[in-house]
Every structure is written in C-alpha cells, then in structure tokens.
C-alpha cells in the first residue's frame, strides 16, 4: 500500500482550472489533463476537472470541492499579476494554515527554467484535512509545480489525517 492509499480507500482530489478562454471554450486547457494524470497516477480518485473564469468563481469551485471533503485540491491559473489573476486571493481566507516552504520549493523550481516563475503569487496550505496548493497556469510550471510535490504529497496527506509516523 502506497502513502497515498490510506486503509479506508483511495484519497479523493479535485482540479481547479483559472483560465476565462478556457471557460468561455475559446482555448482548450492544457493543464487539468497533466493534473489529473498525476493524481490518478498517485492512487487519487478525482472529481471532474473544473475549468472556471479567472476571480471568484474559483473560489466558489474550491469551497464547492471542500464540501466533499478531498485530501487534495490543486488550482491551475490565476497567480501572475494580470488585473484578473485572484486566484491567489479567493484561496487564502479558506485556508486555516499555510505551508509555504511548498510555495518556496514551486517557485524556486520554476525559476530554474525561467525568471518568471518567481512571479507566480501562489500558496499552498491546509483547509481542515484538505491540502490546496496553487499552481501556475503554464503546463510546465505545472509540471514543476507536480514535481516539487512528488515527494512529499504522501507524508502531507498522512499527517492532515493524524498519522504522525515518519
């Protein structure tokens, strides 16, 4: 059994999508198939991908996605500094606590392939049992962003769920 598959069945996960083109279907996204790869790849069962308009209806689909109390949820999009990129602020007052040696290890992984990943205005923190983390809307930052969370996705989850043991 796999740190990401706990006695009472796989852990439950839900992708975010920030984009307005891929909302209004002017632009398919690229970045909730890489996702949701990963988590499947993870021992995750995940709910549909969400692809909402940049703002506050990507706070709606987190709180939507909290009601079904997942161990994770990953958002995609929204943390540059364009005027409509709120992904940053809608996730923040769910939050109970942040981690963010996470958002450091994102950002610093981004920024070895590009400058601009220090950009990115992301957080990752806790909201009761449930890990969220923001990553960016690029599917290789996205990748980078996966990639940083590889390792410690499993010991994460396992101590939201009161597993102490290391």
């Known amino acids: ?17 920030a984009s307005n083109r891929a909302a209004a279907g002017i632009y398919e996204d690229k970045t909730g198939p890489v996702i949701m790869d990963w988590l499947v790849e993870h021992g995750y069962e995940t ?11 990507v706070g709606a689909a987190i709180r939507a996605l909290l009601t ?27 939050l109970d606590r942040e981690i963010p040696g996470l958002m450091e290890g994102i950002r610093r992984a981004g920024a070895a392939k590009t400058p601009m990943a220090m950009l ?27 990639a940083v969370l590889d390792p410690v996705i499993g010991h994460l989850c396992d101590q939201l769920e009161g597993n102490h043991e290391h």
């Open 1 to 17: 059994m796999s740190g990401c598959e706990p006695a009472r069945g796989p852990r439950k996960a839900g992708v975010v999508i």
């Open 47 to 57: 709910f549909p991908v969400m692809v909402v308009p940049d703002g506050e209806p």
């Open 68 to 94: 079904q109390e997942p161990a994770v949820v990953i958002t995609s999009g929204g943390t540059g500094l364009s005027p409509d990129d709120l992904t940053p602020e809608v996730t923040l007052p769910l």
């Open 120 to 146: 990115s205005r992301g957080h990752a923190g806790t909201a009761g049992k449930t890990f969220i983390v923001n990553l960016p809307g690029s599917p290789k930052g996205v990748m980078d962003g996966l």
